[in-house]
C-alpha cells in the first residue's frame, strides 16, 4: 500500500510541474463546450435539453486525449522499463498512475462542469447530479482508458487509434452518466441509475489494472 | 553515521546467498531465435560481463534476466526469489526532467525501501552533490547517467543488471562505475553487464553471446 | 521443431475445407429462393419480411465471430498457440463484414417498417457499437511494427471487449427504452413456424461460409509467416 502511494505522490509531484497539462484538459473541456451552442444556436429550451449530453461527450473527449501521455512519458525516458523491474507490482504501478490520472484531470473535469453548465442554460439544481454523475463516471474513464493507452503503447497513429480503441467502450458510461442527470432533472429519483455508474466503477477497477498491467508488459517486450 | 547504515546494508548482503542462475536459455524476437542453449550461474561474489556483436541479444538477455521480456524456452533461477532482489539499468536513466535529481533519487529509494541515509550515500558515491536541486532535464548526457546510476547505489538489491552501463561517461565516471560495481561485488552482490569496453573492473566470468547464436535453421518450425 | 497440433490443424482444414464449400453453395441454393421468393409472406410486414432471412443471420454471425475472436485470443494469451490468434484474426474481418451486413439489411428494413433508414433501435445500435469494436480490433493489430505486439495487443483488447459486450447491450437497452418506444422493434418480430426451415438454411449457408473463408484466411496467414520466416532466414 505504502508503494502505491509513492507512486501516486510521484505522478501528482510530476503533474504539479506540469500544471500546464492539466490547464490545457480544461482549456480543451470549456473550449469544446463552448462550440456547441454557436453550432446548435442558443435558444434556451434546446441547450438545456442536449446540456448533460454536451458535457459528457467533451468529458469523453478530453479524458481521452489526456490519456495520451499517461504511459509514453514513462515508456519514452525509460522508467516504464525501471518501474516494471521494481519492487512495485505492475498492477500497482498502473493503479497509482489512473488514480494520480483521475486526480488531474477527471477531478477538475467534475469540478468545472457546472459551471460550464450556466453557459449551457443548465437550471441550477443539475449541478448536484451533474458533479456527482462525473465523480461516479470519470474515474471509470481513467480506468478504461488506460486499457486503451497502455495496448497502444508503441503504435503507429497513435493518436487516431486510441480514440477508436477507447471510444466504444466509453458508450455505457456516457448513456447512464446523461441519463442520471436527465433523469433527476426531471424530477425522479435517479439513484438506481448512480447505483449503475458505481457497478460500472467496481468492474472496472477490478479488471481495468490488471488488463492495463499486461497490455504495459506486451508494450515493453 | 550515514556510512554506518550503508555497511549494514551490505553486511546484510553478505549474509544471505544470492544466486541468479539459468539453464537452457533461447530467445527469439521478430519471429526468430536469437540464441539458444545458454546456461550460467552466479552466485555470490560472482560477476560476468555479456559480450557479442550487435543483434546478438545482449539487451534481450539481460532484459529476460530482468524480467521484462519472456524467454522462449529453458528456466530462470533467481534467489533471493523477490520483486527487489534485482536492480536494472537499461540504455535510458528514467530520469523525470521535470523533477530535481534529488527527488528522482528519493523515488526510487522509497520505491525499493531504501532509507534517506542511503540516497546520501548513493549522492556521495556518484558525487552529484552540485547538482542535487537541479531539474534532471538540465543536466548533460554524462550527468544524467550519472545520476541513473546513482539507483545502483542505494543499496537495496543484491543482483545488478547493467545494460552498456559507461555509454555517456568519461573516463573518471567509467572508474565511478567501476568502483562502484567492485565494491558491489565484494560485499556480496551479483553483477551482470552487457558492455562493448573493457573496463578497469574485471568480471569474474564472461560469456560471448556469439557462441550461443541459434545453429538450427528456421525453415523446419514454419513448415506447417 | 515440429508442432504437431498444427499440422493436424491444416491437414483437417485441407478435408474440411471442399466440404464446407460444397455445402455452403447447396444451402444458398436451397435457402435463398426459399427464402426470398417462395416462403410465406407476414401478414403485418409483407414481403420485407424477407430480409429477415439475411438480417437475422447475419446479427447472429456478427456475434459469433467476435466469440470465436474472444476464445481465440484468450487461448493464444493462455497457452500461446499460434493458430488460436489466426483464427481469431482471421474471424475479425468476416465477423465486421457480417456486422456491416446486418446493418445494411436492418436499414432497408426500416425504410419501408420505419420510413426511415435508421432509427436508434436497441438491436440495431448494439450491432454498430459491435461494428467498431471489430473495427478497433484490426487497427490496433495492424498498428505495430512487431507482429507479435500487434496480436498480442488485439487479444487483450479482444477480451476487454467481450466483457464490456453484455454491458454495452444492457446499456444500450436501457437507453433505447428511455427514448424511442417504437412501434416496430427489431425484436418484436414473431417467428412463424413458416419461417423456420429457409431461416435454418440461411444460418447455415452463412455459417458454412464463415468456415470456408476462415480456413483460408489461416492459411493465408500461415504462408505469410512462412515468407517472413523465409526473409529473415535471408537477412540473418
Known sequence: MNTFFILVGRDLRLSVRHRADTVMVAGFFAITVILFPFGIGPEPGVLERVGAGILWVTALLASLLSLDHLFSDDEQDGALDLLLTSPAAPTVVVAAKIIAHWLTTGLPLTLLAPVLGITLQMPSSSAAPMMTALLIGTPTLSLIGAVGAALTLGARRRGILMPLVVLPLYIPILIFGVGAIDTTGMGFDAGGLFAVLGGFLLIAAALCPWAAAAALKIASE | MLGFGMVRAMSDQTQSPVTLGVRDLSARRGGRTIFEGLSFELQNSQSMAVVGPNGSGKSTLLRILAGLLRSETGTIQIDPDDRGAICFAGHRDGLKGALTVHENLRFWANLYGAAEPAVEHAVGRMALETVLDMPADMLSAGWRRRAGLARLALGTASIWILDEPYTALDTENVARIDTLLSTHVESGGIALLATHQAPGFTPTQRIDMADYRAKVPEGPEMDW | ?236
Not at chain 3, 470456408?212 to 520466416?229: D, E, G, P, S
Request: glycine share 6%; net charge positive; aromatic share 12%.
Open chain 3, 1 to 236: 521443431m515440429h508442432l504437431p497440433i498444427q499440422h493436424v490443424f491444416l491437414k483437417l482444414a485441407a478435408i474440411i475445407q471442399p466440404w464446407a464449400a460444397g455445402l455452403c453453395i447447396l444451402c444458398f441454393l436451397f435457402g435463398l429462393p426459399i427464402a426470398l421468393l417462395f416462403s410465406p409472406p407476414d401478414y403485418q410486414q409483407g414481403d420485407t419480411v424477407r430480409i429477415m432471412y439475411i438480417h437475422v443471420p447475419a446479427a447472429w454471425m456478427g456475434l459469433f465471430c467476435y466469440g470465436v475472436m474472444a476464445a481465440g485470443s484468450a487461448s493464444y494469451l493462455i497457452w500461446r498457440h499460434p493458430v488460436a490468434n489466426m483464427v481469431a484474426k482471421a474471424s475479425a474481418p468476416i465477423g465486421a463484414m457480417f456486422t456491416a451486413l446486418c446493418l445494411l439489411t436492418g436499414m432497408l428494413w426500416g425504410e419501408p417498417m420505419w420510413g426511415t433508414p435508421w432509427v436508434w433501435d436497441a438491436r440495431l445500435t448494439s450491432m454498430l457499437v459491435l461494428f467498431f469494436l471489430y473495427l478497433g480490433y484490426m487497427a490496433l493489430g495492424d498498428a505495430f511494427d512487431s507482429p507479435e505486439q500487434g496480436d498480442k495487443a488485439a487479444a487483450i483488447l479482444a477480451l476487454v471487449g467481450s466483457v464490456n459486450l453484455p454491458i454495452i447491450k444492457f446499456s444500450v437497452d436501457w437507453w433505447n427504452s428511455l427514448h424511442q418506444p417504437s412501434i416496430f422493434s427489431m425484436a418484436g418480430v414473431s417467428v412463424d413456424t413458416a419461417m423456420l426451415p429457409p431461416l435454418f438454411l440461411m444460418v447455415g449457408a452463412f455459417q458454412l461460409y464463415y468456415v470456408v473463408v476462415v480456413l483460408m484466411r489461416v492459411r493465408a496467414q500461415v504462408l505469410t509467416a512462412k515468407i517472413r520466416a523465409a526473409r529473415l532466414m535471408r537477412a540473418a
